[in-house]
């Protein structure tokens, strides 16, 4: 298991490449990174559209913008036309998501192909096809991160989106970000009309051992970011641990009526790094 250290968004907010006006009023929203979308969202017809209002969109954002494209599947024109405009405007997007991964090979190849373009986005990766969970480790070794797509996986295991249905993907994907120390990130809630399931599956990921929470809808990113970014209650708490731990040379301490031992500490020490990477790099003071 690897310490993660690197920052790490807790919210990510999906917008349709559809429309200029809506691409840049959804960045004045207060998410960690605003993805334009290119992929699902995107009808066919307008896909070639849609490439050009994210180009005008990338090279007219603010520097400190974190935002991220959503390309199509590799293997598909769409795909390759994606990469093209990517690689020959002015601007390259934070983050690249991929979708519809199978293999390792297929992030390789797009790492490269951006390499070769002198661009070096992050690369998360959707992970919504049985292939890419049953190699999961291999597949996380090569990515900066993971995000969960609960209905693509769900569609071709033909089970609803539930809590138990997609427990297994979303266990392999914690462990595949834990052992490798990268972003994990879990699926848009498509239940808008329920505030309280929300709620709970947020919380659920949380103590799962997601870092992030996707979403398609603005109104959700005040409950994700309340409970999914680092609280400064959390952050005392970390230290406090730390702390206690020192003074009992790397032993066992009392703390507040608990037990702490190393494990502990080792947690609380990813807890203040992350928030501390979090910060410099998300937090909106910082813009």
């Not at 298991?1 to 929203?29: E, F």
Request: hydrophobic share 45%; charged share 20%; glycine share 6%.
């Amino acid at each position: 298991m690897t310490d993660i250290a690197r920052a790490v968004p807790r919210s990510i907010l999906y917008t349709p490449a559809l429309s200029l006006n809506r691409v840049v009023k959804a960045l004045s929203y207060d998410a960690d990174v605003h993805l334009m979308d290119l992929e699902d969202s995107v009808p066919g017809p307008a896909k070639a559209e849609a490439r050009n209002i994210c180009r005008t969109a990338l090279d007219n954002a603010p520097p400190s913008a974190n935002i991220a494209v959503r390309i199509n599947a590799l293997g598909t024109i769409d795909a390759l036309h994606d990469l093209v405009m990517l690689c020959s405007g002015q601007t390259t997007p934070s983050f690249i998501v991929m979708s519809m991964v199978r293999t390792p090979a297929e992030v390789v190849f797009l790492r490269e192909t951006f390499a070769s373009a002198g661009r070096f986005p992050e690369i998360y990766l959707t992970i919504e096809t049985v292939e890419a969970i049953t190699d999961l480790d291999n597949v996380a070794a090569v990515a900066d991160g993971l995000i969960f797509g609960s209905a693509d996986l769900a569609a071709t295991l033909g089970v609803p989106i539930t809590w138990s249905g997609m427990l297994a993907a979303r266990q392999a994907m914690v462990l595949a970000s834990a052992r490798h120390g990268i972003g994990c990130i879990d699926t848009a809630n498509y239940r808008l009309s329920e505030p309280d399931v929300l709620a709970n599956e947020i919380q659920c990921v949380k103590d799962l051992g997601f870092h992030g929470k996707a979403t398609v809808h603005p109104s959700e990113l005040e409950l994700i970011n309340s409970t999914l970014r680092p609280c400064e209650s959390a952050l005392l708490a970390a230290s406090r641990i730390t702390d206690a731990v020192k003074a009992a040379q790397g032993g066992i301490a009392l703390l507040d009526g608990h037990m702490v031992g190393p494990p502990f500490a080792r947690m609380a020490r990813n807890t203040l790094q992350s928030g501390k990477a979090w910060a410099a790099r998300f937090s909106r003071g910082n813009s």
